[in-house]
């Protein structure tokens, strides 16, 4: 994995996070499937793993706790073996940001969903952007 770290994203990842940055979880989601399909080797884990954080932002979003839930634990496994940067991507920050929604969505139960903070759904942040 450490061979291809600064390698480049692949075209779909790039405009899945852009729709990711959007708030446009379901359409990042679709985008990054792509990318994840196409590229060969370890880094399609990498793609699953962003994807899966924006399908629970998406199910936040919509009311769905369990799915959440479910998809915040999938994509801790998918990510856990990669470095704090990957491919440009801070993923260091973007686990950490996942971790707090999930967090609050804890805190709030299936009961009280509607009232988590919209805020709290973190863009991606690439290598250079300022945090």
Do not use: C
């Not at 291809?4 to 940055?21: C, D, M, T, V």
């Not at 919509?62 to 634990?73: D, H, Q, T």
């Not at 990957?86 to 509607?114: C, F, T």
């Amino acid at each position: 994995m450490e061979q291809s770290r600064y390698g480049k994203l692949h075209p779909q990842a790039g405009i899945g996070i852009e729709l990711f940055n959007k708030g446009e979880y379901f359409e990042a989601h679709e985008a990054l499937e792509l990318a994840w399909r196409e590229e060969p080797g370890p880094v399609r884990e990498f793609y699953r793993g962003i994807l899966q954080i924006g399908v629970a932002y998406h199910h936040i979003l919509n009311g769905n706790y369990r799915g959440a839930v479910k998809m915040f634990n999938r994509a801790k496994k998918w990510l856990a073996a990669y470095p704090a940067f990957y491919r440009g991507v801070n993923l260091a920050q973007l686990k950490d940001d996942a971790l707090q929604a999930e967090k609050r969505l804890i805190e709030l139960g299936m009961e009280n969903i509607h009232q988590f903070e919209r805020d709290l759904l973190k863009p991606i942040l690439l290598e250079g952007t300022p945090e």
